[in-house]
């Protein structure tokens, strides 16, 4: 009996090695893998050879070996062609498209990638050179959002066309955004507009005054806090807090008036939202269509590059922008 618990005991102590082992080795290999997922830098693809090889893939599954062959060999005369007239001294440089992405939450914590982005774009970009910005933000901030906004008046100060597609919303500060552009297009059921500014909040001065809990704020400075989430708001407080709101409104429509002076501000200002068919009416937007449509386009005629900028984000800004995606309005 003591033989078979101890040859027992070995076996489960060799078992619990390896266990330990493989969890470990696993461990590893998910950390490394996470460390590669967020490393800092920029990354570079380009759009027209990614399509080519799609489209060309498909093709030579629908053709026989010896069309495939005629289409390998045609593509390899116009790689060869294209390269001859780029090499030509008096040929005009052929056409970029700078392709980013932008997906916004409350924060607008993207504007960290999008602002090295933008740098790059200057630093590198010639005349005729084109930036296509996928924009997709439903708003928040209103100081993150003009950040972000104003990493875009950098390619209008700069002449560098700014082209933004709309799939599926660019409301409040996401327009604010998208305002600065050259062009929008947007989806028919893209959300557009929302052209206001809000603050909500709730008071939990009641419940700790039943509760008998005092709560103490000291202030130097009449209005340093206008309104409060545990003592007690008042009316001058209130009318402050609607002042402030009363003028980033104005600064937003003043930003409005400025880039896209079409827009009748008395229709638009009103806080409402409006999807992609009704925006054009109302001149928000200037094209209904999607990113795809404008890709599929454009790759036939200029060099499509996307751009993106990644920054390791700590644990901590990962939970907090998943929170967050729960509040968009």
Request: aromatic share 6%.
């Amino acid at each position: 009996m003591s033989a078979f618990l101890s040859e027992y005991g070995l076996f489960l102590l060799q078992f619990l090695t390896v266990a330990v082992i493989v969890v470990v080795s696993i461990l590893i290999v998910f950390a490394a893998a996470r460390k590669a997922q967020d490393q800092d830098g920029l990354t570079i693809e380009h759009i027209n050879k990614t399509v080519e090889k799609r489209t060309d893939s498909v093709r030579r599954a629908l053709l026989g070996r010896r069309d495939s062959r005629k289409l390998a060999r045609r593509r390899s005369r116009e790689r060869k062609d294209r390269q001859r007239k780029d090499r030509q001294a008096d040929a005009a440089p052929r056409r970029r498209v700078f392709v980013l992405d932008f997906k916004g939450d409350i924060r607008a914590t993207a504007t960290a990638s999008l602002r090295e982005e933008v740098s790059v774009i200057i630093a590198i970009a010639r005349q005729g050179d084109e930036v296509l910005l996928r924009l997709e933000n439903a708003g928040g901030a209103v100081h993150e959002h003009g950040l972000a906004a104003s990493q875009l008046t950098r390619l209008r100060a700069r002449g560098i066309t700014l082209t933004i597609a709309v799939d599926k919303v660019a409301a409040s500060g996401g327009y604010l955004m998208a305002c600065t552009a050259d062009r929008i297009l947007a989806a028919p059921f893209a959300i557009i507009g929302s052209i206001g500014v809000l603050v909500q909040l709730p008071n939990f001065h009641r419940l700790l005054d039943a509760k008998g809990i005092d709560f103490e704020q000291i202030t130097a400075g009449r209005y340093k806090r206008t309104l409060s989430l545990f003592g007690p708001n008042t009316d001058e407080g209130r009318e402050k807090m609607k002042e402030e709101l009363v003028e980033v409104h104005e600064l937003f429509q003043r930003q409005i008036a400025e880039l896209r002076p079409a827009v009748d501000l008395a229709k638009v200002a009103t806080g409402e939202h409006w999807y992609g068919s009704r925006a054009l009416e109302l001149e928000l937007i200037d094209e209904i269509g999607t990113s795809d449509d404008y890709l599929l386009k454009a790759v036939e005629t200029a060099d499509l590059y996307r751009l993106s900028y990644r920054r390791p984000r700590r644990l901590i800004e990962r939970v907090m922008q998943s929170a967050e995606g729960l509040l968009y309005h």
